[in-house]
């Protein structure tokens, strides 16, 4: 007799899968955080006021980080 829905193996294989999503996604979460950290940190870093009390920082720097702190939020969201 034919059984109908999913068999023991296909919750395995889905399983097997959803663990290998999981750890991918937390890898990127855990990346995208460390990446985010690091170039806030040089965009504080380069950071400077001169005599005239002008601000002057690294724009690309504080872009970087905004775009891996959004990686960073996608990656947890998703898992």
């Not at 980080?65 to 939020?73: D, E, K, Q, T």
């Amino acid at each position: 007799m034919d059984r109908v829905g999913p068999t023991l193996d296909r919750h395995a294989e889905q399983n097997r899968q959803d663990i290998r999503k999981f750890k991918s996604r937390t890898l990127g979460m855990a990346i995208g955080f460390v990446l985010f950290a690091v170039f806030l940190g040089l965009g504080c870093y380069y950071t400077t006021i001169d005599e005239q009390n002008h601000l002057h920082y690294n724009l690309g720097l504080f872009i970087a980080a905004i775009v891996f702190g959004c990686v960073f939020l996608y990656q947890m969201c998703t898992s």
